[in-house]
């Protein structure tokens, strides 16, 4: 390998700059020279490509978003976009990349493999809905940056004696909506993989707790469940308890990231140079029961999983 190139594709994620860091480094150090792919496939089928050195990378582990910009890219889903890209690598001398992003990232790293171009997914999403990966570069931050959000909604909410509707990200998935209504302490999680979309549930639960004396009742919503404002007015009219709706939105992708987040990355940065060295392509990097690891990107794409069915069990009998 000669020439990495390194981008970013999709939803952005905070710790990505931090794994952009450790693969221009890791392959500076190697002896390898690295171009930075701006604004994912996009980019690259633009030509929007720029050397990088050390300096490069310098004062960014700290910060959210990417350096190196990102985008959805509609084009390179179709093989005569593929086809294009692998073009401008082998234009470029890019003979290695390392793609940061999620599932869809990976779909296009796959046909880059298939098409002469070793490639390196490293798993970026604040969602954690990458199937064969306990962890994705962001999530961490993310649910921090929304559990204090809801900690902030629910002081207003107990003053108020109200019903909170607080709706957080995660595209399809609930994780996000696991881990803050854990951490939050809420009183109902609803999310895709569970919910039986049962709202009278939710009105016997708040008049019961009422009649005990709680004077707040936070429900924390996965987005795609269902309109949150819609909800609120429905849970106020049947409860006569005040309701409110919160939709975090954006903040959850942006932000410094965690330690963890900055720590992690790092270790599937130089992960992903080193497997490119190693010859390998095709490959996906991912942290499993403890371990960072990596697997055939089409093995990885088939995997499945599951939110943890015994926090969210406990999450229930926590709350009655
Ligand atoms: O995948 C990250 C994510 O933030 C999801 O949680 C959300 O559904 C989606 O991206 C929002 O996308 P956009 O920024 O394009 O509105």
Redesign the pocket.
Known sequence: IKTIGVLTS????PGMNAAIRAVVRTALAAGIKVKGIRKGYNGLLEEDIIDMDNKSVSDIIQRGGTILYTA?CLEFIKPEGQDKGAAICKKHGIDGLVVIG?DGSFKGAAALAKRGVNTVGIPG???L?ITCTDYTIGFDT?VNTAMETVDKVRDTSTSHERCSIIEV?????GY?ALWCGVSNGAEDILIRERYDYDEQHIIDKINKRRETGRKHYIIINA??IGDSHGMAKRIEAATGMETRATIIG?A??GGSPTARDRYYATAMGAKAVDLLIAGASNRVVAHKNGEFVDYDIEEALAMTKDIDQYMYDLAKRLSK
Not at 169 to 173: D, H, W
């Open positions: 999709g939803g952005d994620a959805r999620g999403t604040i969602d809905d993310a990200m995660g595209r399809n998935a996000i987005e795609g954006h959850q992708r």
